[in-house]
């Protein structure tokens, strides 16, 4: 199994570019979240998702978008991008009961100059 | 609001010795779960141990042990026989009652440098 893949690893973007950040689990997971993770910092969640066609906001929202068309897959669009979004970006699922353990991908790592 | 305190920034132990990391949380929440995740310099989370609100025992998952004071609400984790390899960055996380969602609220972590 390969868990939760996020593609690309590493990207720098130019202040007002766009680009999406991609992500799919292969675990059957209702649940999908994305969080941001500044430098020395916790997590923020940005979106989540708890099942296709079902998204809202997190904590920190402001700049992003999301969408959920299938269970697999959870991009996140970032609009215009902006130097206070350079971050390390997880993208992570979990089942809908129990303990909840999120599973997280590797990490997207994001710099906007 | 749910909030997770973390309130070491960095913490050293001698390799082979135990270590506590603390974690304070809060909410209004009867029913929620605390949650250990460990992040190496190489960036993945890696989930440790999940303690429930409602589980009368602490947890315990090989070196990993989760002290667990509601009263206090607190979650501490406690490693024992540190490794060079328990070198990391450890987040403390609550999922607090039937949040839509099961979201986690993370504290900002804990740096432990293992010494040989």
């Known amino acids: 199994n390969a868990g939760v893949t996020q593609t ?27 969080y941001r993770q500044d430098p020395g910092m916790g997590l923020k969640l940005i979106y989540y998702s708890v099942g296709a066609g079902i998204t809202d906001k997190g904590e920190v929202p402001n700049g992003y978008n999301v969408s959920r068309s299938t269970t697999e897959d959870f991009p996140l669009r970032l609009e215009l991008a902006a130097p206070s979004q350079t971050s390390v970006y997880f993208c992570a699922s979990s089942l809908s009961s129990g303990a909840n353990v999120l599973t997280f991908g590797a990490g997207s790592r994001l710099t906007v100059l | 609001a749910q909030k997770i305190t973390q309130t070491q920034p960095g913490m050293f132990v001698q390799e082979k010795e135990a270590v506590t990391l603390d974690c304070t949380y809060d909410t209004s929440d009867q029913s929620y779960g605390l949650f250990w ?26 070196r990993y042990s989760l002290n667990f004071q ?25 999922r607090a009652g039937a949040v839509y969602g099961n979201k986690l609220v993370f504290g900002a972590g804990t740096i432990l440098r293992v010494k040989s």
């Open chain 1, 8 to 34: 690309p690893k590493f990207r720098i973007l130019k202040i007002g570019q766009s680009m999406t950040l991609q992500c799919a689990q292969d675990m059957n997971h209702n649940y999908m979240y994305w």
């Open chain 2, 37 to 62: 995740y460990k992040q190496p310099s190489s960036g993945e989370m890696i989930f440790l141990i999940y303690q429930g609100s409602y589980d009368e025992q602490n947890a315990t998952e090989g």
């Open chain 2, 70 to 94: 509601k009263a206090r609400k607190s979650a501490n984790l406690v490693i024992s026989a540190s490794q060079l390899g328990d070198s990391a960055m450890y987040f403390c996380a609550m």
